[in-house]
């Protein structure tokens, strides 16, 4: 079976388009985190592998969740995962859809660590250089790591910038010839 990101990215990029053109950016976000909660739950999960329960009836409990407040290409979508049973991608297609939106408005999630805690000024501080050298502006997801040994440890999708005293002396092994 092909991976699940690459059966969500094309929906997750059709759903983007959609939100974009009809500027419903945070309405689609917030539908997306809703169901993609909902299909993680075990008895949802339950429901969705039983193949003997008609897609119709499952379209239709996913529907009768929001009631009127799901948008036409909302329900489309739904249906259109319910009859080819992949709900259980909602998860997939919410993470590359925030991914497309903060791309859109230049903005990067940033994994950022340290050895012990460090205040909200600190924060806002290390958030402003991460922002200046990433070019872009910075969500910050801060949390203490004992394993470093000092320093600190941020990481962008497959950008790391290693400023922890371990990297400093993998570094300056790597470039003694050791």
Known sequence: MA????IARPYAKAVFEIARETDKNEMWSLFLKT???IVQNESVKTLLRDST???SKIRDFFWSITSKELIEPARNLIALLANRRRLPILPEI???FEQLRQEANNIVEVQFKTPIAINETEKAVFQKILGNILSRSVIM???VDKELLGGFHARA???VIDGSIRGF???MKASMGG
């Open 53 to 55: 329960i008609p897609t």
């Open 35 to 37: 169901f993609s909660f």
């Open 169 to 171: 002396l993998t570094q």
């Open 157 to 159: 999708g497959n950008t």
């Open 141 to 143: 997801q801060y949390e």
């Open 3 to 6: 991976e699940v990101i690459t």
């Open 94 to 96: 919410y993470k590359v």
